[in-house]
């Protein structure tokens, strides 16, 4: 049975290519965040570096403000995850539980959500953001991306709740349980397995997103990660490692994310591809 | 029994959700459809001038290039991301080589980086004097060096493959968990009566993934005329309107030219043109597919 054919090497092969594709770059990345601006244009553009700079990494700190933009990217993101996961679960779990022509017809409004380019919202709320003088907060940021978040968020949890048997809420109602205790004693402990599945998304995307935090926030001390890094462009910028360093900072929270949960990561991803 | 008698508790549970949506999703788009007739700065009240923000978007010099580009983009992307996406998911479930597990991992990494990074980082690569594939080539004893980003289609297919090498893993994983869902037993009874390998493609894989092939179709055409982020850090559309998209031109009728009826226009066109490149996809597919 154990017979390599020649499909099979050339399928190596190109697999292998892909791969050098795939991974060089961030690896080039890697290596000129520690190299000195001779080094990587000059004597040495591809390989890992002679002369370690590790000082690049604290000049990104120091002068490029990143810990402020990373402060603001954590409290966006946890902001995010915490209101989008709340909101969506008690949601959904009325919609799922209550089948009627209303809970449908609200369901199916917020799942056409997943369908909107977010240009489209884009400039009423940077008008209405002004006008309600939240310029001046990451609020502004998080209510939005938890709105937007939500539509993926009701589509994992409706599948999730709809699987879950009902004589666990009425047997404990029976017993003189509250709406609330039966949802938070007997429900919530279930859902635990889509909550995880939500919460990599929502960090990924809340982590990443970059087109609404350009219209939404002016002040450089509110920036989140994306949008700070998107002002020093590698173009003009003279110093490369030290924006090379600021970009692998950048990149480490999710990276390490997917290294320890890999396979939540891809559930998640795959979760998203179900949108019919 | 339990939801008959708890009105009120479940009015408190789909509110939170229905207020923050309907603020910032339903309200907000509804404002941007009434906008897009209107001559609006966002300071003063707005007067209702009736089509002519409309007239002038397609007045626009910049229009036909960016749908041009938008429509470059999206061919750039469907070819590369869905393609090869299709194939290494193929391999992944139905070929057996060594290091699976690894090529998943490693072709998924760049889809967890941030536009931004991603941005930079091909901003670096394409970069006139230094850049990666310039040093490459001067390596490589070619004169192949240019600045990629400053030519007029070359630009923008730079930047669309920035924007395929992050997306691709995205897609094949949608396609690799639609893959591996396709019963073995299938393959066996082909096998047995005969198939090649291409055969068992297109007559078993492709026909019974179609649906998440489709999805992902949808997403790289409609994702040409949304792009936004990598085109804005990596070259702000210019020079010129060399790499404008609409939604370029929509960030400069907001920022620049402080019109925001005239954004709108250029979002509303934005979703309009998205709605019908997704039914028209959806049409298409289902009156081919009615045999399945």
């Known amino acids: 049975m154990k017979k390599v054919s020649a499909g099979k090497i050339i399928t190596f092969v190109f697999m292998c290519i892909y791969l050098v594709i795939s991974l060089y770059p961030l690896i080039w990345l890697l290596f000129y965040s520690l190299k000195d601006n001779s080094e990587i244009f000059v004597t040495n553009p591809f390989g890992p570096p002679v002369a370690w700079q590790w000082e690049n990494y604290s000049k990104a700190v120091s002068q490029f403000n990143i810990a402020l933009y990373f402060r603001n990217s954590a409290i966006v993101t946890i902001g995010t995850i915490a209101l989008c996961i709340f909101c969506s679960l008690l949601f959904t779990y009325v919609v799922a539980r209550v089948r009627t022509r209303l809970t449908r017809t609200m369901r199916m409004i917020v799942m056409m959500g997943m369908f909107i380019p977010v240009q489209a919202i884009m400039t009423p709320l940077v008008i209405m953001v002004k006008n309600l003088h939240l310029t001046n907060s990451l609020w502004s940021l998080i209510v939005p991306y938890t709105a937007l978040g939500f539509p993926f968020a009701v589509m994992v949890l409706y599948g999730f709740y709809v699987n879950l048997p009902m004589e666990l809420e009425e047997s404990a109602y029976m017993d003189g349980a509250s709406f609330f205790t039966t949802y938070f004693k007997i429900i919530f402990p279930q859902v635990k397995s889509a909550v995880a599945v939500l919460i990599i998304y929502e960090f990924m995307s809340a982590w990443n997103e970059f087109s609404l935090a350009l219209v939404l926030i002016t002040k450089d001390a509110l920036k989140t990660l994306p949008l700070g890094l998107s002002s020093f462009k590698g173009q003009f910028s003279t110093d490369w490692g030290a924006t090379g360093a600021s970009l692998v900072i950048a990149s480490l929270p999710v990276l390490i994310l997917y290294l320890f949960f890999s396979e939540k990561v891809s559930d998640s991803i795959a979760f998203s591809g179900l949108k019919d | ?292």
């Open chain 2, 1 to 292: 029994m339990l939801f008959k008698h708890s009105k009120p508790a479940m009015f408190l549970f789909v509110l939170p959700l229905l207020l923050i949506y309907g603020i910032i999703v339903i309200f907000q788009l509804a404002q941007g459809f009434l906008m897009s007739f209107a001559k609006w700065d966002g300071v003063n009240a707005a007067t209702f001038i009736g089509l002519q923000n409309y007239q002038k978007l397609f007045a626009s010099p910049d229009l036909w290039p960016s749908i041009r580009n938008s429509i470059l983009f999206s061919i750039f992307l469907t070819i590369y991301q869905i393609g090869l996406a299709t194939f290494f998911a193929y391999i992944l479930v139905n070929v057996d080589i060594w290091m699976k597990k690894f090529f998943k991992a490693a072709f998924f990494v760049p889809v967890l980086l941030s536009a931004t990074v991603v941005a930079q980082l091909f901003v670096s690569i394409y970069h006139g004097d230094y850049g990666l594939i310039n040093k490459l080539s001067e390596a490589l004893g070619s004169n192949w060096c240019q600045n990629w980003l400053a030519e007029p289609i070359k630009g923008i297919l730079a930047i669309a493959f920035g924007e395929s090498w992050k997306g691709m893993g995205y897609h094949m994983l949608i396609i690799y968990a639609a893959m591996r869902n396709v019963p073995k037993t299938y393959y066996e009874a082909a096998r047995i009566d005969g198939a090649g390998a291409a055969r068992q493609f297109f007559a078993l894989t492709f026909p019974l993934t179609s649906q998440a092939i489709k999805v992902c179709f949808i997403m790289c055409i409609t994702f040409g005329f949304r792009a936004f982020e990598m085109i804005f850090i990596m070259t702000g559309g210019g020079p010129g309107n060399y790499t404008s998209t609409m939604s370029i031109m929509m960030y400069k009728a907001m920022f620049s030219l402080r019109n925001y009826g005239l954004s709108n226009a250029i979002a509303m066109m934005i979703v309009f043109i998205c709605v019908v490149i997704m039914f028209g996809i959806e049409k298409a597919t289902t009156s081919t597919n009615t045999d399945m």
